[in-house]
């Protein structure tokens, strides 16, 4: 069976992404329909060797579409989600604007499929920096009971999209040529530069990024008790988020053990060979479809603690192909 497929903010540095994950993985396309703002109309972009033309967003456009992959901000979603959902389609949400809605599950295919069985026309696809997180979680939770995560993150500037790469690349030139810099996308300059801020600050002290790692982490993985604090920093890297983890679990496991066991888990890669320098690097997890997990070891602070690093694509597992993926496995539960 073939499906009509719609990619919503198609133009964006995540839509851009989905088009290219739907191909790749000849996901059973019927016909695509690309959506983006007024801005955009018309535009033509390829799936499949087929120039497609990008539509506007209209009350009754969802008609006799079956998936809808948004990923054009949460203004949009929390506007025209529910529009889709009421015309027949299921959406896949990679916005924040539904993620912790009690009625809305929030799935990576990895750790959670079977929350996707209660979904009523939207599924939420969540954060990048909380996914690749959770696929590296999941199965040392399930073997030793995780109590507390402590996270620090190195995000990259395509999280915040394409104007964010824009910003990047020109400051960079701008800066080697001794040029004055622009600042717009963020409140400094991030070329040469590391920024502890991504997203509003709460009143809490937190970010909004940080305290989605708490409130997702929660979700995703079925379990209020794990108790997660975050810090979350942009960094200039296109392309891959990294991050430091750090896990305290209630049963004792090796930095051995959680070798073995992240080796045989879906959608991870162990890369850890302190010896040969060898450990995940942003710029060999860009393109690529796994979380890359390395510098694994005991907490020597604590009584069962574990370190690890984890890096993903954040295009890619971290929105694209984990939205993807989650269509994928709607249509082996109806298949
Ligand atoms: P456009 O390119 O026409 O502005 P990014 O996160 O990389 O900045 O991408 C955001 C995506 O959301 C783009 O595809 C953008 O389209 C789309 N978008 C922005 N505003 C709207 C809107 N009002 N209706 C539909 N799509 C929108
Ligand atoms: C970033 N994690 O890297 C953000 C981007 O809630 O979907 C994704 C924001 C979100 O800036």
């Not at 599950?105 to 954060?127: F, Q, S, T, Y």
């Not at 600050?201 to 995703?220: A, Q, R, S």
Request: glycine letters at 6%; hydrophobic letters at 40%; aromatic letters at 6%.
């Amino acid at each position: 069976e073939k499906y009509v497929v719609a990619v919503v903010g198609a133009t964006g540095a995540v839509g851009n992404e989905m088009i290219a994950v739907l191909e790749e993985r000849d996901f059973p396309v019927e016909t695509l329909r690309l959506f983006a703002s007024e801005r955009s109309e018309g535009v033509l972009l390829k799936f499949k060797g087929q120039d497609i033309p990008v539509e506007t967003l209209k009350e009754d456009c969802f008609n006799g579409i079956d998936i809808a992959l948004f990923s054009a901000g949460a203004e949009r979603s929390k506007i025209w989600a529910p529009v889709a959902a009421k015309s027949g389609c299921v959406v896949v949400d990679n916005s924040s604007q539904w993620r912790m809605d009690p009625e809305v599950p929030l799935v990576v295919p990895e750790v959670n499929p079977h929350d996707l069985k209660w979904h009523k026309g939207i599924i939420a696809n969540p954060n990048c920096s909380t996914i690749q997180m959770v696929v590296a979680l999941k199965p040392i939770h399930d073997v030793a009971k995780i109590k507390r995560v402590v996270v620090t993150t190195f995000q990259a500037v395509s999280g915040t999209g394409k104007k964010a790469m824009d910003e990047l690349l020109q400051q960079t030139v701008a800066l080697l040529n001794f040029k004055d810099i622009e600042i717009k996308v963020y409140p400094h300059q991030i070329a040469f530069n590391v920024l502890p801020h991504i997203d509003k600050f709460l009143e809490n002290g937190y970010t909004k990024e940080e305290m989605k790692m708490v409130n997702e982490t929660k979700k995703i993985m079925g379990d209020p008790s794990i108790r997660v604090t975050a810090t979350t920093v942009r960094v200039p890297v296109f392309r891959g988020h990294s991050e430091s983890v750090n896990i305290e679990t209630e049963k004792k496991i090796t930095a051995q053990e959680v070798r073995e066991l992240l080796s045989k888990s879906p959608g991870i890669v162990v890369i850890d060979n302190p010896e040969k320098n060898e450990y995940p690097l942003p710029i060999y997890a860009s393109g690529k479809d796994e979380v890359f997990v390395g510098r694994i070891r005991e907490d020597e602070s604590i009584e069962n603690g574990i370190n690890m690093w984890v890096v993903s694509d954040n295009l890619r597992k971290g929105a694209a192909l984990n939205a993807v993926q989650i269509a994928e496995e709607l249509i082996k539960m109806t298949a």
